[in-house]
């Protein structure tokens, strides 16, 4: 006795083509419907074997666990989407850590910034740039150790805080140590995009969540 498939089950339907099925559970029911057509004109002296029966009972039985699956994952990522923005949204208002050279300044004067060493450096000099790139300030460090660092700068009165921002270098007994800024900006705004958590910030950019170093 043959199994069924997609083109013996259509003959067995007495169709020319297999109709197009919407779901698991219609599928499940067609296939039922030839199992038991062809239970009933099968040849009484050569009936279907139970290893045959059985092996296409589990072909209707994986096919309807497989819909099943596929729902419960929609659902679960619907859920997942929902936590993430509830999240997200605990995070207007405040300030993260991010890869970045941007120098914010807040209603205070004052901006935050940081840099991640890889080695501990003898000396550091961040430099303060304005938005055609010169530089307005100087801040030296000295005696950093590896892992990340952080620095605040205060804006002279009446300076332009548009476009602000800083270049880190660091060294020990000459030789360089790679340094990478990292940025303090504020969360203005939170949106998801095709299962992707965004920050709008206050800078006007635009950042995934999984960017986030730090918050305060």
Known sequence: ????????????????????LTNAADMSDRFLKLLVTQLKNQDPLNPMENAELTSQMAQINTVAGIDKLNTTMQSMNQGFNQMQMLQG?????????????????????????????NSAA????????????????????????????????????????????????????????????????????????SGTLTLELSSGKQMPYNQVRAIS
């Open 1 to 20: 006795m043959t199994t069924i498939t997609g083109t013996n089950a259509s003959a067995a339907a007495g169709g020319s083509a297999t109709p197009q």
């Open 89 to 117: 949204a605990n995070l207007v208002g405040r300030s993260v850590l991010l890869d970045g050279n941007n120098l914010v300044v807040g209603d205070d004067g004052k901006a935050f910034g940081g840099y991640e060493l």
């Open 122 to 193: 003898s000396s550091v000099r961040i430099e303060v740039l304005n938005a055609a790139g010169v530089v307005v300030d100087t801040i030296n460090h000295t005696d950093k150790g590896t892992g990340r660092q952080g620095f605040e700068w205060t804006a002279p009165s009446g300076a332009s805080t548009n476009g602000l921002t800083f270049k880190v270098t660091a060294n020990t007994g000459g030789t360089s140590v790679a340094a990478k800024p990292l940025t303090f900006d504020a969360v203005t705004a939170i949106n998801n995009t």
